[in-house]
């Protein structure tokens, strides 16, 4: 083996191994994704000190979104799987997914109709009001358990928020935010969804 031939394989094992190491640093530095708002950290004073509370991307933790309130409008009504599954005893309820078409085809709660979040307003004869010339009459609402991915994610709160805007009664809105996050991650049944 020659001296060219030594110099030349140390380069490449030098040149994998930076290249290694740059892929573990970007590993070590996730990004960081919002809180709340615009927010990416806190800072909790512990007997131990300063702990800076922050979130990132996990297998588990897969959706980047934001943490959602309880109740993203005042009168809708938060609720857990217990309420979720008592809905379906419910004839006058609809379990409505308002997460994007590629997301409800995949999984969602078996029962559940796909009116994502964007479209939401414009549908909500599909929820039992009647469009008017002057916008919706939702004096026959239905009650609509609206959810999305789960607790970071906007889509379903956004939808409320239009929906309320629009006429439907905030008390005729069933919100929950564990959404598909907490549903699967509970190991409760999926299925795909139907468009």
């Given at each position: 083996m020659t001296f060219a031939t030594n110099i030349a394989r140390t380069g490449a094992l030098l040149a994998g191994l930076a290249y290694a190491a740059l892929g573990?640093?970007?590993?070590?530095?996730?990004?960081?994704?919002?809180?709340?708002?615009?927010?990416?950290?806190?800072?909790?004073?512990?007997?131990?000190?300063?702990?800076?509370?922050?979130?990132?991307?996990?297998?588990?933790?897969?959706?980047?979104g934001w943490l959602q309130p309880l109740v993203p409008v005042p009168g809708?009504?938060?609720?857990?799987?217990?309420?979720?599954?008592?809905?379906?005893?419910?004839?006058?309820?609809?379990?409505?997914d308002m997460r994007e078409p590629e997301w409800f085809v995949k999984a969602t709660i078996p029962g559940a109709v796909n009116i994502p979040y964007t479209e939401v307003a414009s549908r909500l004869g599909e929820l039992g009001c009647a469009k008017t010339g002057k916008g919706w009459d939702c004096a026959k609402a239905r009650k609509v358990v609206a959810f999305c991915n789960g607790p970071m994610c906007p889509q379903s709160p956004t939808a409320i928020t239009a929906m309320v805007r629009e006429g439907f009664p905030a008390g005729r809105i069933y919100y929950y935010r564990g959404g598909m996050f907490d549903w699967e991650g509970l190991g409760l049944t999926t299925v795909e969804g139907d468009l």
């Open positions: 573990l640093a970007q590993q070590a530095a996730p990004e960081r994704l919002r809180l709340v708002g615009q927010e990416t950290e806190f800072v909790a004073e512990t007997a131990q000190g300063k702990v800076v509370i922050t979130r990132v991307l996990t297998p588990c933790a897969k959706v980047k809708v009504v938060p609720i857990t799987e217990v309420e979720l599954l008592g809905f379906y005893k419910d004839p006058e309820a609809m379990l409505v």
